[in-house]
């Protein structure tokens, strides 16, 4: 047991080092706008730069590879013995929004909205959420609080990701295995689906056309979400606040765009485009008139 931890912590530990280069790029949300926005009951989605976040992204195939509750200040959490809870992880100084969050190598947390300052975020809004059910999806989430991260969960999620040609069904069963025991450990959509579920509040539920014609709507399993699915859903208000942007959208024109022509494919990535020049072309058009291509040199 003693190696089984030791390597499970060193898998860990490689998973979760961020990419430092990608904590010196600037973020493309305002934090400071978002953070006063944020409200009990919301979803946020983080664009991680870890490896796992990495591996999150490409299964997924999307930018969010995490996603947290907000549970609000300490004063907004209106259940007394709830409040005192978090106050016992957390203490009494933060004056912060509150996060709760399964984090691999820490379990299920409370933690600062402040600390994702840096990263890219979106809020996910439960649109019409009564405030009853409001405070019965953060109770529902906080019992998880201190919980274990489910790791063999996010393996299993990962196995039943992958095409059934590339690896075969009996592989990708155990996510729908019931596992004693273990009812304490979460990933971060999980606990989240789970907490509105609490509510009957849906995310991406399952619909069917019943015989008689009706629809009916079916709790799609908790144990499939992943933190796009919270940005999917047509339920969800989702929130904005661009770095760069203004609540006019007339102003993009005065947006601070890079007047040399050049084009990125990622940040740190970018290029000159320069016309054809081809002796197939005349003028710099085509024969049906429409503008060459361009080809991709000058590295900048």
């Not at 003693?2 to 390597?7: A, D, E, F, I, Q």
């Not at 379990?107 to 809004?125: E, F, M, N, P, Q």
């Not at 959420?129 to 019965?136: A, K, N, P, T, W």
């Not at 789970?194 to 019943?210: L, T």
Request: aromatic share 8%; net charge neutral.
């Amino acid at each position: 047991m003693g190696l089984k931890r030791w390597l499970v912590a060193r898998v860990t530990a490689w998973l979760t080092h961020e990419q430092q280069q990608a904590r010196l790029e600037l973020p493309l949300c305002d934090f400071v706008r978002l953070s006063d926005e944020i409200r009990p009951g919301d979803v946020l989605l983080v664009e991680g730069d870890s490896r796992v976040s990495t591996i999150i992204k490409t299964l997924t195939q999307s930018p969010w590879s995490h996603a947290a509750l907000c549970i609000g200040r300490l004063e907004e959490i209106e259940d007394p013995l709830l409040r005192e809870r978090v106050r016992s992880y957390c203490g009494s100084n933060i004056t912060e929004p509150l996060l709760i969050e399964p984090l691999l190598g820490e379990g299920t947390v409370v933690s600062s909205l402040a600390k994702y300052s840096d990263c890219h975020l979106r809020i996910c809004r439960p649109g019409g959420l009564s405030d009853q059910d409001r405070q019965l999806v953060l109770a529902t989430a906080l019992v998880h609080l201190g919980g274990e991260y489910d790791f063999r969960h996010m393996v299993d999620l990962a196995r039943f990701m992958v095409p059934v040609a590339i690896l075969p069904r009996r592989w990708r069963s155990t996510l729908f295995n019931y596992r004693p025991g273990e009812h304490s450990k979460t990933l971060c959509s999980t606990m989240i689906a789970e907490a509105f579920a609490a509510v009957h509040y849906p995310v991406r539920p399952v619909v069917q056309s019943e015989p008689d014609g009706r629809l009916k709507m079916y709790r799609r399993n908790p144990r499939l979400y992943t933190p796009s699915d919270f940005d999917y859903s047509p339920y969800f208000e989702i929130i904005k606040y661009p770095l760069l942007g203004g609540d006019d959208l007339t102003l993009y024109r005065q947006l601070p765009w890079d007047q040399q022509g050049v084009v990125c494919n990622t940040r740190g990535d970018c290029y000159t485009p320069v016309a054809n020049t081809s002796t197939e072309s005349r003028n710099g058009v085509v024969a049906d008139g429409a503008p060459l291509p361009r080809n991709i040199q000058h590295k900048v």
